[in-house]
């Protein structure tokens, strides 16, 4: 038998391996990745803990969820391009500029 | 063991192996293709947690289009590696302690749920068929939930500008 | 025996395989068809040598792919040049999957409770139909990409792009059905259009959908990458597109999917607009064979348009999805809405 804390605990590795692309990747796009692996952790509680309560509630928060992660992956995308063209690169360690 | 878990195991499986394959990946295309096998599974998920409209909408914008706009941006960049050009601000160290910081969070999450007690799924067929029903999802965004819907709306439209007049090369 | 081996088992394991066959076979024929079709508008006679009038022209065909060499450009992503076709196929053989093709039936008695005509019976159907149409693209879009040629990578961009551009328009023409029908279930839909309104106009949505039919049929073409829409493989500026590089029968799976795809949406056509299995002077358990005529009108009528229409330039494509059919199927969506409510 599946219990609530099977998904919750799914959730929770799909997080942690999320942080870890944010923390240990040096590509733009891969970060955006781990970010959307992230939010992806986050629906899947919603939808387990509205499934265990027994409201939409929770599918209705996972489908604005979704929406949130179209419009940030789509400014994410066009910073990445605007940020190619200056440098020719995706490694975030290259634009320093404003470091010091 | 029931096709439920059966079902469980192997989808949170691929779930958890291609995420990890996302992260450990080089080739930005490959990940991008693992993130989209993670989005599958995780809609059986919700299809085993009686939330197919979820799942249907996971596949339509997760994989449908966000994954696709992924791909567009991998494939008009063509940056195929990591590029190594700059070496890490914050040097070999700092990775080390990310790596150890996620694990860490890991460990923490997974001993926190591990305390909460086992909490089982109810199984009253009504509650399950209302939880199920689009037409009653619907009722609850356009109602009770009607100003949030509204201004993910405009959410969108101004990210849509956004983006337009990020990526637009300059003039 | 395992208690899950019975009857019912079987026979829905028989209908998948069955059912997987036939769409194989359908495009096959569906090969015939066109190269007839095109023969017979061009005033040519077509493949006659192999078969009656030629009807196992496509068999030798696949038969020649299968024993042609597997080539690679040395360049290409190995493993996304070669999941790339699959992925085309398997999108375009399971969007069939939820497509209710007739009645129940019990094959004369043979199995205990009834069967229903169709893979699988799922209450958000018409989305997955949605969901999987929209994974096609990927198939497309690798294939351009892993080739590492420009005329694969421009085909598979320029299908990318052409096929999210319709997509909005295929779902909302979708979902204005779905309105007046106020299910999801596409089994549920077709029911929802029996009956006849003065005793001969059967009540199919397409008589008050006219515009979202036109709209369905138009987005659908588009989706399929069809002509006058076929921009990803215009042969007479990018070679033959996303599949430049691709030979043998990896080559051939991407003709497959593209027919499977027609066929598909075909069906989904009929089953929202056409009545699905409905029709008169036939049985009910023979409603199949209505299915099958009205797909075939359908699909006659794809063949129909692509050799008769000159392809478009690729801005005017682009002009007339986001300038004319998205607007309209916005407006056909916010009418049918308010008629929805006011007439209850």
């Known amino acids: 038998m599946?219990?609530?804390?099977?998904?919750?605990?799914?959730?929770?590795?799909?997080?942690?391996?999320?942080?870890?692309?944010?923390f240990l990747r040096r590509n733009l796009i891969t970060?955006?990745?781990?970010?959307?692996?992230?939010?992806?952790?986050v629906n899947v509680t919603f939808v387990a803990v509205g499934r265990y309560l027994g409201t939409v509630d929770g599918q209705i928060i996972t489908f604005f969820v979704m929406t949130v992660a179209a419009a940030e992956a789509a400014v994410g995308l066009a910073l990445v391009i605007a940020l190619f063209r200056h440098r020719e690169t995706l490694s975030p360690d290259a634009f320093t500029l404003l470091k010091w | 063991m029931d096709l439920n878990a059966i079902g469980f195991f192997v989808f949170a499986a691929i779930a958890v192996l291609a995420s990890l394959g996302v992260v450990a990946q080089r080739n930005p295309m490959h990940s991008v293709m693992l993130l989209i096998v993670s989005f599958g599974a995780l809609a059986g998920l919700y299809v085993l947690l009686d939330a197919p409209f979820s799942a249907v909408t996971q596949i339509i914008i997760y994989a449908g289009?966000?994954?696709?706009?992924?791909?567009?941006?991998?494939?008009?960049?063509?940056?195929?590696?990591?590029?190594?050009?700059?070496p890490p601000v914050l040097g070999p160290r700092g990775m080390q302690i990310g790596a150890l910081l996620s694990m860490l969070l890991a460990v923490e999450l997974v001993w926190g749920l591990s305390r909460l007690g086992l909490t089982w799924f109810g199984n009253d067929p009504a509650t399950i068929a209302?939880?199920?029903?689009v037409s009653r999802i619907g009722l609850a965004i356009f109602t009770t939930h009607a100003f949030a819907f509204e201004v993910t709306s405009i959410l969108i439209l101004v990210s849509m500008v956004g983006a337009v007049v990020i990526a637009r090369r300059g003039q | 025996m395992?208690?899950?081996?019975?009857?019912?088992?079987?026979?829905?394991?028989?209908?998948?395989?069955?059912?997987?066959?036939?769409?194989?076979?359908?495009?096959?024929?569906?090969?015939?068809?066109?190269?007839?079709?095109?023969?017979?508008?061009?005033?040519?006679?077509?493949?006659?040598?192999?078969?009656?009038?030629?009807?196992?022209?496509?068999?030798?065909?696949?038969?020649?792919?299968?024993?042609?060499?597997?080539?690679?450009?040395?360049?290409?992503?190995?493993?996304i040049f070669a999941i790339a076709p699959i992925l085309s196929t398997v999108a375009a053989l399971a969007a069939f999957s939820v497509v209710p093709f007739g009645t129940e039936t019990t094959l004369f008695g043979l199995l205990s409770e009834p069967?229903?005509?169709?893979?699988?019976?799922?209450n958000v159907a018409v989305l997955v139909v949605f969901a999987i149409t929209s994974m096609g693209v990927y198939g497309i879009v690798l294939?351009?990409?892993?080739?590492?040629?420009?005329?694969?990578?421009?085909?598979?961009?320029?299908?990318?792009?052409?096929?999210?551009?319709?997509?909005?328009?295929?779902?909302?023409?979708?979902?204005?059905?779905?309105?007046?029908?106020?299910?999801?279930?596409?089994?549920?839909?077709?029911?929802?259009?029996?009956?006849?309104?003065?005793?001969?106009?059967p009540r199919w949505y397409i008589f008050l959908q006219p515009v979202g039919f036109l709209i369905f049929l138009t987005a659908g073409v588009a989706e399929t990458n069809r002509a006058p829409f076929d921009f990803p493989e215009a042969e007479q500026e990018l070679v033959a597109g996303y599949h430049t590089e691709y030979s043998s029968m990896s080559?051939?799976?991407?003709?497959?999917?593209?027919?499977?795809?027609?066929?598909?949406?075909?069906?989904?056509?009929?089953?929202?607009?056409?009545?699905?299995?409905?029709?008169?002077?036939?049985p009910d358990w023979l409603g199949w064979i209505w299915f099958m005529i009205k797909v075939l009108a359908i699909l006659f009528f794809y063949v129909w348009m692509r050799w008769t229409l000159p392809r478009y330039r690729y801005d005017q494509l682009m002009e007339f999805g986001w300038k004319w059919l998205l607007p309209a199927a916005l407006i056909n969506l916010v009418a049918t809405a308010a008629l929805v409510i006011w007439l209850g």
């Open chain 2, 65 to 86: 289009a966000i994954m696709v706009l992924f791909l567009f941006v991998v494939m008009l960049l063509n940056a195929h590696t990591e590029a190594d050009a700059a």
């Open chain 2, 130 to 133: 209302n939880i199920s029903s």
């Open chain 3, 251 to 282: 080559f051939g799976l991407f003709f497959l999917a593209e027919y499977v795809n027609m066929v598909t949406v075909s069906a989904v056509a009929t089953s929202l607009f056409l009545g699905g299995w409905l029709g008169p002077l036939l």
């Open chain 1, 31 to 41: 970060i955006l990745l781990s970010i959307e692996i992230m939010l992806n952790a």
């Open chain 3, 115 to 122: 069967l229903r005509l169709e893979v699988t019976d799922v």
């Open chain 3, 2 to 79: 395992p208690a899950f081996v019975n009857p019912t088992v079987v026979a829905h394991l028989v209908l998948i395989f069955v059912v997987m066959n036939l769409l194989v076979l359908s495009s096959a024929f569906m090969v015939w068809m066109e190269r007839k079709v095109c023969a017979y508008i061009q005033d040519r006679v077509g493949p006659n040598r192999v078969g009656y009038e030629g009807a196992l022209q496509p068999f030798a065909d696949v038969l020649k792919l299968l024993f042609k060499e597997e080539l690679r450009p040395k360049a290409a992503d190995a493993f």
């Open chain 3, 143 to 201: 294939a351009g990409w892993s080739s590492n040629s420009k005329y694969s990578l421009l085909g598979g961009l320029r299908s990318s792009a052409q096929m999210i551009s319709y997509e909005l328009s295929y779902g909302l023409a979708l979902a204005s059905v779905v309105m007046l029908a106020g299910t999801l279930s596409l089994r549920e839909i077709v029911l929802n259009q029996s009956g006849y309104w003065f005793q001969f106009i």
């Open chain 1, 2 to 22: 599946i219990s609530l804390n099977h998904y919750l605990v799914l959730s929770g590795i799909l997080f942690a391996i999320g942080t870890a692309g944010v």
